[in-house]
């Protein structure tokens, strides 16, 4: 009744989908964890400016779904800048606005959690803010992050199928236009859920290693 | 070394120091005591500008504390503090915990940090415990660690804010030891502490503070036997 051997023949596309969506994960994540460290010191910074810019960043983001901020992003803000991106580009810029959002509210959280006097101590020893922050305070939070992160990144993996809708190639897009032209759903939308099984189980692995080798 | 003019300190609305005036001489060891609340620990973070000032003057080392010519990192480095809940680093080893600042701030090199740790950590009785992790020593052992962490910065002043209240009783008296070594070798101390025998036993001078300022200053003799005013009779009979 169902031929899962004819997925086979499919695999140069679903390849292509997934070399798409790991590009777009990576350097969307990547970007995105440089913004939420960015907008993350934001939010707990004294100054108002970067505070109140930071704030407003999560909380346009949070509060508005990925889906439409991607068709935002590829149809809205063309006409509006006049600048056409691609889809792909387009893309990375999705996931990444999208998790940096909350990787920013996963920062602070981390760092305030840090207990106050491990700032006191570095500064009383003549540590200035910013050689605290790098030594003391950094490392400590970035382990605490790792468990919040692990799970984000997760989300944004599976964000990336949403992709599809702004014509991105990733592996949710192949799918659907094998699929439709192949009459074959279910051989072809279980392995697509496969691939972002088998994605996002590795991630979790790699995730608990890290956190067990920074054990102290 | 200090010299501490007309300081007020407040939290919003809340004066919590009230004009305090005092001198500590160079090697001198001052014990500050009094009740919870009379701005004892508050006094001493402004001594380092854990807290910022409201209002006099603090002079440290012929520095103002005020002048913004002042380099307070640079201040910092001359004076040691250590803290009631130890702050060690959890996430570095103790001989990392103690190489960290004369590393990063003095800029010497892993070698030489290392030599000076290590020499530290002999001196409070911890050389075996280098590479074990904060979370592996005792309280005392922790709080050992932390006075040799400070010593490294080779410091000119040492601040003790409550060094052995977190302590299990059995501890106190490790650190104490250590404590009474490192003022028996001319260290300029100034130290808030509930332990009346190490104040009266160490120290040079007395501090008694209550509601915000010094109420009595006197050795320890004079203070413990034969306190000037009713608030220090009070308090010492309370605690001893």
């Known amino acids: ?216 | 070394m200090i010299t501490v003019q007309d300081l007020h300190k407040s939290f919003g609305d809340n004066e919590v120091l009230k004009g305090i005036h005092c001198e500590v001489e160079e090697k001198e060891v001052v014990c500050v005591i009094g009740p919870s609340g009379s701005g004892k620990s508050t006094f001493l973070r402004c001594l380092n500008l854990l807290e910022d000032i409201t209002s006099g003057d603090v002079i440290v080392d012929g520095y103002n504390l005020k002048d913004k010519a002042t380099d307070i990192n640079m201040i910092r480095t001359e004076v040691g503090m250590v803290f009631q809940q130890f702050n060690l680093f959890p996430h570095k080893t103790v001989i990392e915990n103690v190489m960290l600042a004369p590393r990063k701030v003095r800029k010497i090199s892993a070698d030489e940090a290392r030599k000076r740790g290590e020499a530290l950590l002999e001196k409070v009785g911890l050389a075996e415990k280098a590479n074990q992790y904060p979370s592996q020593l005792s309280g005392g052992q922790q709080q050992r660690v932390a006075i040799a962490r400070a010593l490294a910065m080779e410091p000119k002043l040492m601040l003790f804010d409550e060094p052995t209240s977190a302590l299990d009783p059995e501890l106190v008296g490790e650190v104490l030891e250590v404590m009474k070594q490192l003022a028996k070798e001319g260290m300029t101390m100034v130290v808030v502490t509930h332990e009346m025998g190490f104040a009266r036993e160490v120290a040079d001078r007395v501090f008694f503070m209550d509601e915000g300022i010094i109420m009595e200053e006197n050795t320890p003799e004079m203070i413990f036997t034969n306190p000037a005013s009713e608030r220090t009779k009070n308090f010492l009979n309370k605690v001893l």
């Open chain 1, 1 to 216: 009744m169902f031929d899962f051997g004819q997925v086979i023949d499919f695999l140069p596309q679903l390849r292509t989908g997934l070399y798409y969506t790991l590009l777009i994960s990576v350097v969307g994540l990547l970007a995105g964890f440089v913004l939420g460290a960015i907008f993350g010191l934001g939010r707990i910074s004294k100054n108002k400016f970067f505070f109140v810019i930071a704030s407003i960043y999560v909380e346009v983001v949070r509060g508005t779904p990925v889906l439409v901020q991607a068709i935002w992003i590829f149809f809205a803000l063309p006409i509006i800048t006049q600048y056409n991106m691609d889809s792909i580009t387009a893309g990375i810029v999705v996931i990444a606005i999208n998790s940096g959002a909350y990787i920013a509210e996963i920062v602070r959280g981390a760092v305030d959690s840090i207990d106050k006097g491990q700032m006191e101590a570095g500064r009383s020893l003549g540590l200035n803010k910013h050689q605290t922050m790098r030594y003391i305070i950094w490392p400590q939070a970035f382990k605490r992050m790792i468990p919040p992160l692990g799970n984000q990144f997760i989300i944004s993996i599976k964000d990336t199928s949403l992709l599809s809708v702004i014509l991105v190639p990733e592996l949710m897009f192949q799918g659907r236009y094998i699929a439709s032209n192949h009459f074959n759903a279910v051989e072809i939308y279980t392995t697509v859920a496969l691939f972002y099984l088998v994605i996002n189980f590795s991630l979790s692995l790699l995730l608990r290693y890290i956190e067990r080798r920074l054990n102290y």
